[in-house]
């Protein structure tokens, strides 16, 4: 046979195999077909299963931190300022505990309670007149707040805690919290936030003069 | 494992076994073996090609099954020869395509029809049943051949060639 003839009559042979055998494609697939786990599978399934959860079970405790991490769940230091800021600047009355006139006073107390020298910045070069302070609860023990005042009555405060574990060291840095700005650093004595409802460049100046004093 | 991969692989296994093995039961019988040992050993499939992984498997059951019958071939056939059982039948002259390929040597008929109903290429086929393309080509071609010769009368069921 030629090779035409032969492709003509493999063709032929695979029409003829596919029309003998193409009914078996659309035959009903017997019932027995369909299972066809063996019931050990399903057991085999259960068994590691079971397996599982009680790995998980005895591996979660594991996986636990043995104490949780309280640094990972303290609020960040300008956050802290910014809320102090908010409580207590609006206050007609009583926006102090102790006022300027009795400065000395003021700073020897606080110092005493923060177990650190503490120092009072002057910001009448921007303005601002010491109020007074106050003593605050801070994350682990307590915190001063310095409070000025302008001549239109507008209120800074300036937030000084020991730096708590949650802290991180960091540089000059602003951080805006609701209407509050607030700029801060935290050095590895102290850490300080001035806190302000003014725009970022008028509390910028304000804020570096602070910081000019405090960190010669 | 998900049996549900396997299912639409069924109908063709069964077309192609019914044809390999002849009669409905024993090629039912030869895809119900083949589907429980596709389902042991799936952790051993890799993602791939699944139908030529199905059919490798029918080939592996299919061999032990002829091996279990003792009628398994242990050389190559050649066309002049026939290993494979004699059918009962009492015509010598043209048989039908099923007995006709009864006549073919087991692994003819499992070349010719995983190309003719699988449309399998060569590389196909020589994957699923584990033998080299040059094999896979001339066991076709004596498939072809022999069973045209079957079909044309040319040729006897017992191997002798019908007398002119």
Request: proline share 7%; aromatic share 8%.
């Amino acid at each position: 046979m030629t090779e035409e003839e032969d492709r003509l009559e493999y063709a032929d042979q695979n029409n003829a195999l596919r029309r003998q055998f193409d009914s078996v494609l659309t035959e009903p697939i017997p019932a027995r077909m369909y299972m066809k786990r063996p019931a050990w599978l399903d057991y085999a399934r259960a068994a590691v299963l079971v397996g599982v959860g009680v790995a998980v079970g005895f591996a979660l405790p594991m996986l636990k931190p043995a104490q949780p991490n309280p640094a990972a769940f303290v609020t960040p230091l300008p956050i802290r300022a910014a809320r102090a800021h908010l409580v207590y600047s609006p206050e007609v009355r009583h926006p102090v505990e102790v006022d300027a006139k009795e400065q000395e006073h003021l700073v020897k107390w606080l110092s005493k309670r923060l177990d650190m020298q503490l120092r009072v910045p002057v910001l009448a070069n921007d303005g601002f007149e010491l109020l007074g302070g106050r003593l605050l609860p801070g994350v682990d023990g307590p915190v001063a707040q310095f409070m000025y005042q302008d001549s239109t009555g507008k209120r800074l405060t300036l937030y000084v805690t020991r730096p708590h574990k949650g802290d991180e060291l960091t540089a000059f840095r602003f951080a805006q919290e609701g209407p509050v700005s607030v700029f801060y650093w935290v050095d590895r004595d102290c850490g300080y936030a001035l806190s302000g409802e003014l725009d970022r460049a008028q509390l910028a100046r304000v804020a570096s003069s602070v910081y000019r004093q405090l960190e010669p | 494992m998900d049996y549900q991969l396997i299912v639409p692989y069924i109908p063709n296994l069964r077309r192609y076994a019914r044809a390999l093995v002849g009669d409905r039961d024993g090629a039912d019988d030869l895809v119900q073996d083949t589907l429980e040992r596709a389902v042991r050993k799936f952790h051993l499939w890799r993602p791939g090609d699944l139908r030529a992984w199905l059919f490798s498997i029918m080939h592996n059951v299919f061999v032990n099954q002829l091996k279990a019958r003792k009628i398994a071939p242990q050389v190559e056939i050649d066309e002049a020869t026939i290993a494979a059982p004699i059918p009962t039948v009492t015509s010598v002259d043209v048989l039908d395509l099923q007995r006709a390929l009864q006549c073919l040597a087991p692994e003819q008929r499992e070349v010719l029809l995983l190309v003719a109903l699988e449309d399998m290429t060569y590389a196909d086929v020589s994957n699923a049943l584990g033998i080299p393309i040059g094999t896979v080509m001339s066991r076709l071609s004596r498939g072809r051949e022999r069973l045209r010769k079957l079909m044309a009368g040319e040729v006897s069921r017992s191997g002798l060639r019908v007398v002119q």
